[in-house]
């Protein structure tokens, strides 16, 4: 069991990143995917949950500036990430569960985590 987020990276404010979380030893179509983000000298919150029948969660404070989908075909999850701003700075990491929960310690499965920094 495997996971591997990716597309991290340096963008100006305003700017946009996709993030993936690609799976791999199982079937990512099985499990809710959860998105999550630490920055420096903060606990990891919850961002965005995509459950196995493709219900989201989460992410009232991002006031539609961030979208999660997964394409099951190639294995693997998306966290969209548009008008970026600088305190959206963060690493990211994906995790994968039975259901969406807003607790860290209820994932299972962790990426290794992808760094998005937000700067002019």
């Known amino acids: 069991v495997q996971l591997q987020a990716s597309g991290g990276g340096l963008v100006q404010p305003g700017g946009s990143l996709r993030l993936s979380c690609s799976a791999s030893?199982?079937?990512?179509?099985?499990?809710?995917i959860g998105w999550f983000r630490q920055a420096p000298g903060k606990g990891r919150e919850v961002v965005l949950c995509i459950s196995s029948s493709d219900t989201t969660y989460y992410g009232d404070s991002l006031k539609g500036r961030f979208t999660v989908s997964r394409d099951n075909a190639k294995n693997t999850g998306y966290l969209q990430m548009n008008n970026l701003r600088p305190e959206d700075t963060a690493v990211y990491y994906c995790a994968t569960d039975d259901d969406c929960n807003v607790d860290p310690n209820h994932w299972g499965a962790w990426g290794q985590g992808t760094l998005v920094t937000v700067s002019s």
């Open positions: 030893g199982f079937k990512l179509a099985y499990y809710a």
